[in-house]
């Protein structure tokens, strides 16, 4: 009965030129953001001379079902009037508070509900990156997912990358067409005006073929006075990281692969003059290093502990070389001395010649010391 009677009625407001009708306004959609408030702004005529005794709002989720009645509080309040407004303001709005909304008035006389509805869609905001593993040079695409776009004052999405806002742009996705090692990192989106309503951020991972593939040289400490093992550390950029090393001699042009097959290759023979390189590998390719062999920076502080070694020699050196010379003439003295007087010893000269022996002795075991030091230091150095 009452829907035919609304339904003629509402043909009757298209009818009306005097404002003296029946008749509820609301927008038909309303789109909002989840976790935020939207106003659904409504208005009500109804011929002058009635009094609003009740207003009400009421929500159809299923249209098969009888709509319920909403109860105001919080999060559900009625923003209109008892004349002719009748905005409903919701707040923290979820998805299930996407329906079908109508208002409904009464007056002494009669109760009056439209036959239109506005339809509120509430959606969340997802941002989806396709593919989220990608390779270098591949083309990935960054898309904002939002199911409808609420009515905002600007319009644009925005796009974070570590938290950083990338230019705005005027449509929902961004191609990284090709994709780089750069573009790696967590991205989000929001809507322009509506930032506080971020989407959960997505990781982009970009893997790519060793690069940057490099050798360095070093020695081990033990430098000094024995005999130098030489390590040859293969340094390489990844993602993901190196799985293998692949370790090449060249002497001419004949190429050897050596033995091992990890990061660092230790070898007490080698020998700059060959061509030492290595071949970096991960899932996605593989990378010979440079010709270069890059010197350790550590190598400079063994440099300067071996000059600091060579320099305590040679000072070392020069206090026995001195201490022998004053020795000697303080023994010439007091054997001249003796001469004067009675001789202490049975036989002097087997004395000196004792003396001697471990001055000389003492002396040739500084000299071989300094001199290994200086081998080595040679050693290093070049
Ligand atoms: C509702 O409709 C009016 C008139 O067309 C428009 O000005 C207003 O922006 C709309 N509001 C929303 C939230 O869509
Ligand atoms: C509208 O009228 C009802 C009943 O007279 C009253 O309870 C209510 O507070 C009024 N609402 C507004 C917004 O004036
Ligand atoms: C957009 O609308 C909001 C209220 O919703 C207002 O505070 C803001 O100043 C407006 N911005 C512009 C650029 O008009
Ligand atoms: C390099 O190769 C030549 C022969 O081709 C050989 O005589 C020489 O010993 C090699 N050098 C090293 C350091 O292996
Ligand atoms: C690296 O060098 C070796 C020996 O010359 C060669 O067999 C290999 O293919 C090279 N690898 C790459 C990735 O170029």
């Not at 991205?187 to 509506?194: D, E, K, Q, V």
């Not at 023979?269 to 010709?291: M, P, R």
Request: contains cysteine; aromatic residues 10%; hydrophobic residues 35%.
């Amino acid at each position: 009965c009452c829907l035919n009677i609304n339904y003629l009625q509402s043909l009757l407001v298209s009818l009306c030129l005097l404002d003296n009708c029946w008749d509820v306004r609301y927008n038909k959609t309303i789109c909002a953001i989840e976790g935020s408030s939207v106003d659904l702004p409504c208005t009500y005529t109804y011929p002058s001379g009635q009094t609003i005794t009740q207003t009400l709002w009421s929500k159809t989720v299923d249209p098969s079902r009888t709509p319920k009645d909403l109860e105001y509080g919080d999060v559900v309040q009625y923003h209109g009037d008892n004349e002719t407004d009748c905005t409903l303001r919701l707040k923290e709005l979820r998805k299930s508070d996407s329906a079908k909304y109508s208002f409904s008035f009464k007056t002494q006389q009669m109760s009056y509900s439209g036959p239109f509805k506005v339809t509120l869609s509430v959606t969340d905001i997802q941002v989806m990156i396709n593919p989220s593993v990608a390779t270098e040079g591949e083309p990935v695409w960054i898309y904002c997912k939002v199911s409808c776009i609420p009515k905002r004052n600007s319009t644009g999405f925005i796009f974070y990358k570590d938290n950083v806002h990338l230019p705005l742009l005027d449509k929902r996705w961004m191609d990284l067409k090709p994709v780089s090692s750069d573009d790696a990192g967590i991205y989000s989106c929001a809507l322009l005006g509506l930032e506080h309503y971020r989407a959960l951020a997505a990781t982009l991972i970009v893997n790519y073929p060793p690069r940057s593939t490099t050798v360095k040289v070093s020695r081990s400490q033990k430098t000094v006075l024995g005999s130098s093992s030489v390590i040859l550390t293969c340094d390489s950029d990844a993602n993901p990281p190196v799985d293998k090393y692949i370790w090449y001699k060249r002497n001419g042009s004949a190429v050897s692969v050596l033995q091992g097959e990890t990061k660092r290759y230790i070898n007490s023979v080698v020998s700059l003059k060959n061509q030492y390189f290595c071949e970096a590998h991960n899932k996605i390719g593989a990378q010979n290093s440079t010709w270069d062999i890059v010197e350790d920076v550590t190598q400079s502080s063994l440099m300067i502990s071996v000059l600091v070694v060579v320099a305590v020699l040679t000072t070392g050196t020069l206090l026995v070389f001195g201490y022998y010379i004053l020795k000697r003439r303080h023994h010439r003295e007091s054997q001249l001395r003796s001469e004067s007087r009675e001789n202490i010893y049975a036989d002097p000269d087997e004395y000196v010649n004792l003396q001697e022996d471990t001055y000389t002795a003492l002396l040739c075991d500084s000299i071989l010391i300094y001199a290994t030091g200086l081998c080595t230091l040679v050693e290093v150095w070049f």
